[in-house]
C-alpha cells in the first residue's frame, strides 16, 4: 500500500514539474497577480485616504464575490486544467511503470494539488498586494465596513458579507469552496477529455462558469443557484437561514463533496479497465 501511494504521489509531483517548462502556468501567475492587484490598489488608496488599515482577512472574501474579478478567477482555473488528461512527452514511460489505474490515482491528485496551490496563492497575494496598508483584525475595520455601506463604488462591496460572517469565517469559507470548485472543474474536464478528447472539458467548463452569471438575470435565482457550481461559491448568495430559498453553506459542501466522489470514482474506474497496447515495429539495422 505505501508503495502504491508513493508511486501516485510521484506522478502528481511528476505533472506538478512540468509547470517550468509550460508558459500556460506563467501567464496564469501573470493573471493572478494582475487580477488581485487591481483590486487591492483600489483598497489601498482608500484606506490611505482615510488612514486606516486594510484587514488582511476581509480583502479575498470581498474580492471573489466582485463579478468581474470572480470570473477572472474562475477562467483562471480552467486555464490551469486547460490540457487535461495531463499526457505529455513522459506520460507513456510513467504509464508503462504504473499502469493506467496508479496513473489516473496521480492525476486527480495532481489536480487537488494544483487546487490548493492555486487557492493559497490568491490568499498569500492579497497580503503582498496589500502590504502598504495591512493590517489583521477579528472585525472587518473602518476600510471595508465604509466601502460596503456606500453605494456607487465600482469594487462593489457588498454589507451583505458582514452581516452573515466574520472576516475569518467568511475567508475559510470562500477558499474551501473556491478550492472545491477547483477540485470540481479539473476532476470534471480530466473525466470528459478522457471520454471525448481533449477540448470537450474546457468547453463544458466554461459554460459552468458562464452559467454562475444566470442567478443575477433570472427570475428564479435561488432555484438556479442550487445547481450552479460557480453560484455555490458566493458567500454573499448563500443563506443559512433558508429563508430566502438560497442554498446553505452546508448544501454547498454536500454538493462539492457528492460530486467529486462521483467522479472520481467513474474516473478511476475507466482507467482501470484499460490496458496499455505495445505496438513493436520493424526496425532496420
Known amino acids: 500500500m505505501i508503495k502504491v501511494i508513493r508511486c501516485c504521489l510521484l506522478t ?28 487591492c490598489n483600489n483598497i489601498n488608496d482608500f484606506s490611505s485616504r482615510i488612514n486606516e488599515a486594510t484587514n488582511a ?10 463579478q468581474y474579478f470572480r470570473l477572472v478567477i474562475q477562467f483562471g482555473i480552467i486555464l490551469m486544467f ?63 465596513s465604509t466601502l460596503a455601506q456606500t453605494e456607487g463604488l465600482p469594487l ?5 458579507i458582514h452581516l452573515l460572517y466574520k472576516p475569518v469565517d467568511a475567508l475559510l469559507n470562500t477558499c474551501l469552496l473556491l478550492l472545491m470548485l477547483s477540485i470540481f472543474m479539473g476532476f ?25 452569471l444566470v442567478p443575477a438575470f433570472s427570475s428564479n435565482p435561488a432555484i438556479v443557484a442550487r445547481f450552479s457550481p460557480c453560484s455555490l461559491t458566493q458567500i454573499a448568495l448563500l443563506d443559512n437561514s433558508g429563508i430566502s430559498g438560497y442554498p446553505t453553506v452546508s448544501y454547498a459542501y454536500i454538493f462539492f463533496g457528492i460530486s467529486l466522489i462521483l467522479m472520481a470514482t467513474l474516473t478511476i474506474t475507466i482507467y482501470s479497465n484499460r490496458k496499455i497496447k505495445h505496438r513493436i515495429y520493424a526496425m532496420e539495422v
Open 12 to 39: 502528481a509531483l511528476q505533472e506538478i514539474k512540468t509547470w517550468t517548462e509550460n508558459w500556460r502556468m506563467a501567464m496564469l501567475l501573470l493573471l493572478m497577480f494582475v487580477t488581485v492587484a487591481e483590486f
Open 57 to 66: 482577512f476581509a480583502v479575498l472574501p470581498h474580492l471573489y464575490n466582485n
Open 82 to 144: 486547460s490540457n487535461a488528461p495531463f499526457r505529455n512527452s513522459n506520460s507513456l514511460f510513467c504509464l508503462i511503470r504504473t499502469g493506467y489505474k496508479k496513473w489516473c490515482v496521480g492525476q486527480l491528485i495532481y489536480i487537488v494539488i494544483a487546487s490548493f496551490i492555486y487557492t493559497t496563492l490568491f490568499f498569500l497575494l492579497t497580503i503582498v498586494c496589500t502590504v502598504p496598508t495591512l493590517g489583521f483584525s477579528l472585525s472587518w475595520g473602518k476600510t471595508f
Open 156 to 160: 462593489n462591496i457588498q454589507y451583505k
Open 188 to 212: 470534471l474536464m480530466f473525466l470528459l477529455s478522457t471520454i471525448f478528447g481533449r477540448g470537450a472539458g474546457t468547453i463544458v467548463a466554461t459554460s459552468i462558469v458562464l452559467v454562475g
